[in-house]
């Protein structure tokens, strides 16, 4: 299968900081992607999509970059606040099995006051 | 809440025991999902459904038998597991196989002793 990864395996941020949580992925025919936060003991939540055709899609108060040149994807988050605190990864959709995700191992953002 | 629950939340078994893991969901979706997800390893899709028939088995051992009754509802049933089975074992529904949004339980932690 494909490889998603993620840089660094834990952040930490003061309160009202922008966060940023990187991923890197390796096919370069992958034309979707999903951004999950995941709080402890729960199960993983759908944050942002992109798909290939975009650079740059923005929600409240995040943003996720796209730059497929050197497959990379970004999570920006503005004005972190406490409740970000979770674990954080990106997620590839397989472009020949639309069933399929290849999801990265994660970043554990900790969000200080 | 997301509208998919998922019990037990934590399960210790045996090697030799058998047990079952369940999954429901409150969203009307017609596609539910097994992943699993072990520590500092990315989630990994076990098994795909779609209107209660199996359309995806990543590779699963036989160890693991999934069983979906109707499109609300999916059992993971579970004999003679390995250590290495200990993993939070996540649900998932979507609109339709392949739908981009999926909709996570909150997990079942299970440890294999």
């Known amino acids: 299968g494909e490889s998603v990864g993620l840089h660094l395996p834990t952040l930490s941020v003061q309160e009202g900081d922008n966060s940023i949580i990187n991923c890197a992925y390796s096919?370069?025919?992958?034309?979707?992607f999903i951004w999950y936060k995941q709080e402890s003991g729960k199960g993983p939540q759908f944050i942002i999509d992109?798909?290939?055709?975009?650079d740059k899609r923005q929600g409240q108060r995040v943003t996720v970059l796209l730059n497929k040149t050197v497959k990379h994807l970004s999570l920006q988050i503005a004005a972190t606040q406490p409740g970000d605190s979770a674990v954080y990864f990106c997620?590839?959709?397989?472009?020949?099995?639309?069933?399929?995700?290849?999801f990265g191992s994660g970043t554990k953002l900790n969000v200080k006051p | 809440e997301t509208g998919v629950t998922q019990t037990p939340r934590h399960l210790v078994m045996g090697m030799t025991n058998k047990k079952s893991l369940k999954c429901e969901q409150h969203?009307?979706?017609?596609?539910m999902y097994w992943y699993k997800q072990s520590a500092k390893k990315p989630l990994e899709l076990m098994f795909v459904?779609?209107?209660?028939?199996?359309?995806e088995n990543n590779s699963v051992p036989s160890r693991f038998s999934p069983e979906c009754p109707n499109s609300s509802h999916l059992f993971l049933h579970l004999h003679t597991l390995q250590p290495e089975d200990s993993a939070l074992y996540l649900c998932?529904?979507?609109?339709?196989?392949?739908?981009?949004?999926?909709?996570f339980g909150p997990g079942t932690r299970l440890t294999v002793t």
């Open positions: 998932a529904s979507s609109q339709e196989s392949g739908s981009y949004e999926q909709y």
């Open positions: 997620a590839e959709k397989d472009p020949y099995n639309f069933n399929k995700f290849y």
């Open positions: 096919n370069s025919a992958s034309d979707y």
């Open positions: 992109i798909r290939s055709n975009m």
């Open positions: 459904y779609s209107l209660e028939e199996r359309v």
């Open positions: 969203l009307g979706h017609n596609a």
